[in-house]
């Protein structure tokens, strides 16, 4: 089955800096790539997502790339905010089979000030 | 539009208590999952519906959970009996079908001590 490995677990940046997260997923079926905010305490929320037939995609200060060769995606926020502070969780599934979504572990976001 | 209902929003009970979680989706979704997210882990799927049919339930642990989804609408999640290791947050998340964007409830927080 699929196995997705996110890093870094944790991640500081100066606020206005970039932050920039990576996963590696396992099943080279897999076509579809979500990535989520989750504030403490409050529920995952999608963010952005991208399918395997792009290699990336925008949305304002946010951007994830995907390489199909490789098997990983990356999300990108530029110019960070204090409210970027969050857990974000990759995750990837293969629609159209059974869509089980996999998500990562993780990655803590602090945005210093 | 109304989003994923759930209750309760906290739960504490003894070890080998029984517990009912109860799911809202959102109206016309017809896919529906409950998630096991652990602190500082990512959702952990349990089960995955499709209308009032099981599409996927290989995680679920079966000796102690139980989950259904009658008339294709809510969904209740039932351990019995509960481990301490089942402390965790329980999402329901619905899809408007096997391939959209997943919501995500609120979450049930449940300690057993």
């Known amino acids: 089955g699929e196995n997705v490995e996110q890093h870094p677990s944790t991640l500081s940046v100066q606020e206005g800096d970039s932050a920039v997260i990576k996963c590696t997923y396992s099943d080279s079926a897999s076509n579809y790539f979500p990535w989520y905010k989750q504030e403490l305490g409050k529920r995952p929320q999608l963010i952005i997502d991208?399918?395997?037939?792009?290699g990336e995609k925008k949305d304002q200060r946010i951007a994830v790339t995907l390489n199909k060769t490789a098997k990983h995606f990356s999300l990108h926020i530029t110019e960070t905010q204090p409210e970027d502070s969050a857990v974000y969780f990759c995750?990837?599934?293969?629609?159209?089979?059974?869509?089980?979504?996999?998500f990562g572990k993780g990655t803590r976001l602090h945005i210093l000030p | 539009e109304a989003g994923v209902a759930q209750s309760p929003r906290y739960k504490i009970i003894e070890k080998r208590q029984s517990v009912a979680f109860w799911c809202n989706p959102i109206?016309?979704?017809?896919?529906l999952y409950w998630y096991q997210q652990i602190l500082g882990q990512g959702p952990k799927l349990l089960i995955q519906f499709q209308n009032n049919g099981v599409v996927d339930d290989s995680q679920l642990p079966k000796d102690r959970f139980s989950a259904e989804r009658l008339k294709g609408v809510d969904s209740t999640l039932k351990i019995q009996p509960a481990k301490l290791e089942d402390s965790a947050v329980y999402l329901c998340a619905s899809t408007p079908d096997r391939y959209g964007t997943q919501y995500f409830g609120p979450g049930t927080r449940l300690t057993v001590l």
């Open positions: 995750a990837a599934a293969f629609m159209n089979r059974d869509d089980k979504i996999i």
């Open positions: 109206s016309g979704h017809a896919t």
């Open positions: 991208i399918r395997s037939n792009v």
